[in-house]
């Protein structure tokens, strides 16, 4: 089973995306799990409501999340995105069908009501936090549809276990996702040609990362790429064989990642 | 099997009306769709998106859809509402999925891009119109939702027969899919205590209407009424049973209709 992520990035090239889906679907099942922070972003611009971003004491960045936030992520991210990718997919003839964490429990999340936050050099307790950290999925659920020939197409937010639509972190949600799946690999598409050894060089792409090694990649990985490095190290924990880190604005993104164009991890 | 309609105003008692279906849930399938229409119109005003409402030479008022329009319905319906709803009923404890037309082709709609419309006196043609009217049903994904004891939470939009996202008429949706699921009742819920015979008495309840005279009460009916009725006209044709409208603003909203406190027709 392969599970395939594919960031919030605008340039992403999604219909070379749900092509590539399309031909490996005839021959084995996959999950999508997508990203819409620029939709999100661009959304809340739209109705005034300020995106707060906030860096934890370990120094990864989040969205501070409140219930005008959370409104806005069901929007961008179950509403507009979802069902765009959704009837991108249809068009390739793949029946896929979106989901959202919070659908028949999907994602489950303990609840982070108060955070921990680096602002100006001091930290700070939040409060009133509508996020969590997926600890169960229903593996069930994605089961059935894949038994059926349908593909989930997966995004946040997710719901708490006191039921409350929470925002989470998707890198995680996928790692646990791909654990209780059974995952064996796992394509992640973003805007860069993998994990970049500087930042600002996009030749210097690091081709090979052994399974122990992970956690000493971790200072080559800025803000969002730390997640996604933090959430790789927890899938391959669970279980996860190989991950192909690739850019998601190529012809063929997930072919050209699983054939080592990026960074492959494990 | 139980198929409820709740429409998308305002003062709909969402937390009542998901406490009844818990409970009837416990004995029989249900179905619930849903609208989102004042969600969408607020959503549309605070984008400056303009809802542009028409109505049909034979009366029906709907809305002209193009792209923009389109978001904001995704946003409205398959983001926001149809979520907050799966969370209210995760919390009764029913395990509920929601879905939009678009997915698994739950809902397949053959595509109108060009309307009649009248427009200060005028018939005119409107072209570029992404909207639909449902001719296909998914039956095989709902029963696969249903045997496992998930509940359908269904919105539009709808997809067409090309895979594009449309807009499309809830009530003749329901109706489609009320008859390939072997529906026998169906429940509609809104703002008002029925059926009026004077649409400005809410003591004028139609209690009762034969399946052979539907039509006969088309005049009572205004604006989005005439779907209704035109709808239940459809479902009953269709196979269905009975048809309970029923004031969504009570405190047991559908044990209310089912009980034959609104309008009972059939």
Redesign the interface.
């Known amino acids: 089973m392969l599970l395939i992520k594919v960031g919030g990035g605008k340039d992403i090239n999604w219909d070379g995306v749900c092509r590539d889906i399309a031909e490996l679907w005839l021959s084995e099942p996959v999950i999508l799990v997508h990203g819409a922070s620029v939709l999100r972003d661009e959304?809340a611009a739209?109705?005034s409501i300020p995106v707060r971003k906030v860096i934890s004491p370990s120094g990864v960045t989040s969205v501070y999340t409140d219930r005008e936030a959370i409104?806005v992520f069901?929007?961008?991210?179950?509403?507009?995105a979802?069902?765009?990718i959704?009837?991108l997919l249809?068009?390739q003839g793949v029946?896929?069908?979106?989901?959202?964490g919070?659908?028949?429990?999907l994602w489950e999340a303990k609840a982070k009501k108060e955070i921990l936050v680096r602002e100006s050099g001091k930290t700070k307790l939040l409060k009133d936090n509508l996020t969590g950290r997926v600890e169960r999925v229903n593996a069930?659920?994605l089961r059935?549809l894949l038994e059926?020939r349908?593909l989930p197409v997966v995004c946040a937010?997710a719901?708490s276990f006191?039921?409350?639509?929470v925002n989470t972190d998707n890198d995680t949600a996928a790692a646990v996702m791909a654990g209780e799946m059974g995952v064996r690999k796992m394509v992640y598409l973003f805007e860069a040609p993998g994990l970049l050894r500087d930042p600002d060089d996009q030749g210097s792409v690091i081709r090979r990362i052994g399974k122990y090694e992970i956690e000493a990649f971790l200072p080559f990985a800025r803000e969002r790429m730390k997640k996604k490095i933090l959430g790789v190290k927890r899938a391959v924990e669970a279980g996860v064989e190989a991950v192909f880190f690739g850019d998601g604005r190529t012809q063929n993104p997930v072919k050209n990642a699983l054939a080592g164009q990026g960074t492959v991890i494990g």
Do not use: F, Q, T
């Open positions: 959304l739209r109705l409104e069901l929007m961008a991210y179950a509403g507009l979802n069902k765009r959704v009837a249809l068009s029946k896929a069908v979106g989901l959202c919070v659908d028949g429990k069930e659920l059935l059926h349908y937010p719901v006191d039921n409350e639509i």
